[in-house]
Structure formats: C-alpha cells, structure tokens
C-alpha cells in the first residue's frame, strides 16, 4: 500500500544514529535535460526515476560516527506525486539521533522550492524501557508531475555506540541512474577488528580507497525492482551490500 512504499525511499531500512557534526547541505548540479525529462529513459514505463542516491557511513571514530544520505528524484507521472505525499525517516532515539533533514523541489523552469524546517515533525512510534523508536517526517512542498525532488539528511550514532554491521538495500522500485557507496571503518584502538564486505549483483564492482580513509563503490543504471503485495522475495533477488567487522582487513566478494 502507499504506507508501506513511502517507508521504501530509500530510509526504511535505518535503525541507528546521534549529536553534533557540522552538516552543510551541498546540492549536486541538476541538467537542463533532467529538468526537461518526460520519461525515464532506461524505463519509459517508470513514474519516476532515482537520479543520484548516496550512502555514507564514517566510522573512524566511535565518539563522531554517522550516516549521511542524499536522494534525487525526478517525478514522471502523478501515482509518484501520490507516493512521495509524505516522506518519513525512521531511527532509534537511544543510539542515535536524527539531524539535519533538508529538502528542495526544483520546477522544470529551474525554480526552487525549498523545505521550511519548521514543516518537519518528530513522532514517538514505539517506546519501550530500552529504546524509542521515532520518525521525523515531512510533505515535498509542491510536488507536481515533471519536478525534481532531492533531499538529504544525517544520522549521528551516540558517542561509544557500536554498529556492528551496516546492510544497504541498493535495488528499488524505481529504476536508480547512479548510486555512491562511501564506508569509512574505524581506527579506534580498542577493536581489534576490520569490516569486510558481500555485495550481489553489483556487476562486479570493488570497493576503492581514497585519500581520505573512505572505501567507495559507485553504480550505474539499476533496474526497478517494483513492490507485489503477494509475492515472497528473497534478498538474492535484488542488489545490495553489506559491511561488517571481522578480524582481518577489508576485503570482500561479490
């Protein structure tokens, strides 16, 4: 249903975060092109399109870890308005929290719409004596058919809070032109261990270091994966990675 798909953009699947990192929101150049589009070009039949999505996890500190994601959607047709009518982004108030959230709508003209902070509402959805479960949400300001709609958002994990595996769904329902996966592992002395990493179906890509401590994997052109009510998915079906520690150093398999 359409609950159950706004829960899919991308977000649904973060269960950490935490305080107190600069975040500055830098928007990606937007093409006249993609600003004209009328349909997907690698999926005519698509309403609507991922443009660019990005995940990066940074744990070289246990004091400063954090995740940073930024979404950009083009939108062909009105049941993907309809989808996008309210965004939510879930986390675990007590290992995290959640900061940040900026969002834009840019018009085929180029005009942009940018999101007032003050239309973001937090909500308890589940407490309990261990942990709150909490989602910030928001509606896209004036969302309409031929639009881009970016967003982007950062999850700071509490100082000393453990992550001991990451899993990143990468295939949506909606076909995806370009994905960056950045992972940082930590160098806190007090682990001993390094992350490996699996991925499947990822057309072979290897994870490549930067000058920066950051190993990264980009992607290009993943096919829709669209929702069936009925069917029953197993996680080999789709693409996706995952990172975890162990005690040798990176490598991984795909």
């Known amino acids: 249903d359409v609950y159950k798909r706004q829960l899919k953009i991308l977000v649904a699947f973060i269960f ?52 940073k994601f930024y979404f950009k959607k083009k939108i062909y047709n009105e049941r993907a308005v309809k989808e996008l009518e309210r965004i939510h982004i879930f986390y675990h108030s007590s290992s995290s929290s959640l900061k940040s959230i900026t969002a834009r709508v840019i018009k085929p003209d180029g005009s942009i ?22 989602k910030q949400s928001f509606v896209p300001p004036h969302l309409e058919v031929g639009d881009i709609f970016e967003f982007q958002y950062l999850i700071k994990l509490n100082p000393g809070y453990y992550a001991p595996s990451v899993y990143i769904d990468l295939q949506q329902e909606e076909p995806i ?6 992972i940082r592992p930590t160098k806190d002395t007090q682990f001993t261990s390094r992350y490996k990493w699996t991925s499947y179906r990822t057309n072979g890509k290897n994870l490549k270091k930067t000058a920066g401590g950051f190993f990264v994997m980009q992607l290009e052109n993943l096919p829709a994966y669209p929702y069936e009510p009925l069917q029953i998915r197993g996680r080999n079906e789709k693409s996706w990675s995952v990172f975890y520690h162990s005690q040798s150093d990176l490598t991984g398999k795909r």
């Open 16 to 67: 950490w975060q935490s305080s107190s990192i600069a975040f500055s929101a830098e928007w990606l150049p937007i093409s006249e092109e993609d600003r004209l589009a009328t349909y997907c070009p690698s999926d005519p039949e698509a309403g609507s399109e991922y443009l660019y999505a990005l995940y990066e996890y940074d744990d070289e500190s246990y004091e400063h870890s954090y995740r």
């Open 113 to 134: 719409i940018k999101l007032d902070s003050d239309d973001i509402y937090t909500q308890v959805v589940q407490e309990d004596n261990d942990s709150t479960f909490k």
């Open 177 to 182: 032109r370009k994905v960056d996966v950045r």
